[in-house]
């Protein structure tokens, strides 16, 4: 399974963007996927994760309330809805996908087993 993400660019503080996770070489409707992000100079960090049958939603804190993801099986695409963007957003965001039991370990980048190139989302007026 490769991964891509796309709909990075840049936004200004406050602003909207939304990424998108599609698959190339196999399904991925019976993967759990993740969202995380590294900012320069920055440890990768969890922002949010869905199960596979698109339910479950979980969130880092510094984004909940203000990131919504979401999965759609018959498209094959999951996605992921960022409103109320702060500069500390910026970061090279990736979509990841596993197939384990949807538990704990989501919060853990061990978990999955595929991830996308990442794509840059840069906040900045």
């Known amino acids: 399974v490769q991964l891509q993400a796309s709909g990075g660019g840049m936004v200004q503080p406050g602003g909207s963007l939304r990424l998108s996770c599609g698959a190339s070489?196999?399904?991925?409707?019976?993967?759990?996927m993740g969202w995380w992000r590294q900012a320069p100079g920055k440890e990768r960090e969890f922002v949010a994760s869905i199960s596979w049958r698109g339910t479950d939603p979980s969130y880092g804190d510094s984004v909940k309330g203000r990131f919504t993801i979401s999965k759609d099986i018959a498209a094959d695409t999951a996605s992921l809805q960022m409103n109320s963007l702060k500069s500390e957003d910026t970061a090279v965001y990736y979509c990841?996908?596993?197939?384990?039991?949807?538990?704990?370990?989501?919060?853990?980048?061990?978990?999955?087993?595929?991830w996308g190139q990442g794509t840059l989302v840069t906040v900045s007026s």
């Open positions: 990841a996908a596993a197939r384990g039991p949807y538990g704990t370990n989501r919060y853990t980048s061990n978990y999955y087993e595929y």
């Open positions: 070489g196999r399904t991925f409707s019976a993967f759990n």
